[in-house]
């Protein structure tokens, strides 16, 4: 898992928010449809009796005149209908089609065709785009037993209707936005009450990275208590383990000392001086493998809860040492490091690594001795990495002849450059395990400006082989 790729992850609260905001959406577009359906079909019912009741209206007064024509009265009890251009229309027309009375509202508009009701006492509603109209079949008896057809005709402008479907349309979306932001919010102030355990189970990670905690509270939700009580079993269980493992390595390695010396001082009295020199030649090689080891279980390796430690002050207490050391010499120890250079690393590996390599270029330099502490930004980092905790890099150069060996040898444990120089050979190999094996970093061995060697060791802000915790 890189940090990249985790970043782009969405996070609960997100995902939640999302999932949500999309089912609102859609719950309230199928209710706003549904209310503008109910709204148009219940608007039509009212128009279509207020048709009907007009049909009636008209039917009420008609009377055949002596002419056995059907007449009906100029002035009706809907005043629409006397009023020319109103928008509502009324008509009677024969069985033949032929109009037999109009409204004063159809002077100067067309009558538009209505559909012919089939059986009489039937009306027939057809409502349509630019017009709503009712057509009642009567079928009249005559005085002389004839029955004459006349069609009772009603029809509406659909320009108010549809007004008024729209101002309520238009209405309608005003308070379901509202609705919707108002649910938004509460939405949103529901999920941070609810996600309200996880960002305090975040930030207390974040604090026990930065030493400020040794484990998560437990006074969390039931669903989260079973994470935090395993969470803190496995943070215990590493240190013990950690603390256990170097106990026993440096345990084993002390106690190899003392049998060591013996067979050391054993092997000098021994009068065959060639079986002396081969017991001597092992007893080194054991002794060398035991400093090994001990330099090796002070090394632990990055945490993932590891607090960030002060490089420089590492770095500034191991050269006061030097010097001390080496006072006789007279050497220039000169470090060089930013004020606040914080890392996330072991304490102890980090005074291993320095102390090992200022060691070494103390024992080979002339007079001058350089140590230099930077953080740099991550190698083959993208725009999208500007959270990654930038690289530590290490520089330690000494005046002295360089590396008079291959790197490889170098690395070796009990590779030296002069067999003549104090030392066991084993700094070096110590370094290249920190770097390399314990934080997935590189490690160069070249001539410095000085003249002489230049070790530059470069750690990651960010393992390779461990996820990286983001507290969002």
């Avoid at 604090?207 to 079993?233: C, K, Y």
């Avoid at 943070?235 to 067979?263: C, Q």
């Avoid at 001390?324 to 304490?347: N, S």
């Amino acid at each position: 898992m890189t940090p990249t790729a985790s970043s782009r992850r969405p996070s609960i609260g997100t995902r939640l928010a999302v999932a949500l905001g999309i089912t609102l959406a859609l719950f309230l577009a199928v209710v706003a449809l549904a209310l503008e359906r109910a709204f148009e079909e219940e608007s039509l019912a009212l128009v279509r009796e207020r048709h009907e009741a007009l049909l009636y209206m008209l039917l009420a007064p008609a009377e055949p005149d002596e002419t056995g024509r059907l007449r009906l009265p100029d002035d009706l009890p809907e005043p629409r209908l006397s009023i020319p251009g109103s928008g509502l229309y009324a008509m009677v027309t024969d069985g033949a089609g032929d109009p037999v009375w109009r409204s004063r509202s159809t002077l100067g508009a067309d009558a538009a065709p209505v559909p012919r009701p089939a059986v009489a006492g039937t009306i027939v509603f057809a409502p349509g785009d630019d017009r709503i109209a009712s057509a009642l079949l009567v079928r009249w008896e005559g005085s002389d037993g004839r029955d004459t057809d006349y069609v009772f005709e009603v029809q509406e402008e659909a320009g108010g209707f549809d007004a008024r479907s729209a101002r309520f349309r238009r209405h309608l979306w005003y308070w379901l936005a509202g609705l919707a932001v108002i649910a938004l919010l509460v939405q949103t102030l529901t999920l941070r009450w609810a996600l309200a355990p996880l960002r305090r189970v975040t930030r207390e990670v974040a604090a026990i990275e930065a030493g400020e905690r040794q484990a998560l509270s437990t006074d969390l939700p039931r669903e989260l208590t079973p994470l935090a009580d395993a969470m803190n079993a496995l943070i215990d269980a590493g240190r013990r383990r950690i603390e256990r493992s170097r106990n026993a390595l440096a345990d084993l390695a002390h106690s190899l000392k003392t049998p060591l010396a013996v067979l050391r001082s054993s092997a000098a009295s021994v009068a065959d001086r060639s079986l002396a020199s081969t017991l001597d030649e092992q007893v080194d090689r054991i002794d060398r493998a035991v400093d090994y080891q001990l330099q090796r279980a002070a090394a632990s390796g990055r945490q993932a809860l590891s607090p960030p430690v002060d490089v420089a002050r590492v770095a500034a207490r191991l050269c006061d040492a030097m010097r001390k050391v080496h006072a006789t010499r007279g050497l220039d120890i000169a470090l060089a490091a930013p004020g606040d250079c914080r890392f996330r690393a072991d304490e102890g590996d980090l005074t291993e690594l320095v102390g090992n390599l200022l060691d070494n270029a103390c024992k080979w330099a002339r007079r001058a001795v350089r140590v230099r502490i930077a953080l740099v930004p991550p190698q083959a980092t993208t725009g999208e990495d500007a959270a990654v905790p930038p690289d530590l890099v290490i520089e330690v150069e000494d005046d002295g002849p360089g590396f008079g060996a291959a790197p490889a040898v170098l690395l070796r444990r009990g590779g030296r450059a002069d067999e003549r120089a104090d030392g066991q050979g084993i700094g070096l190999a110590v370094v290249d395990e920190i770097v390399r094996d314990l934080y997935d970093g590189s490690l160069l061995l070249t001539r410095g400006a000085l003249g002489g060697a230049l070790v530059r060791a470069r750690l990651p802000g960010t393992p390779a082989r461990s996820p990286r915790l983001d507290p969002q």
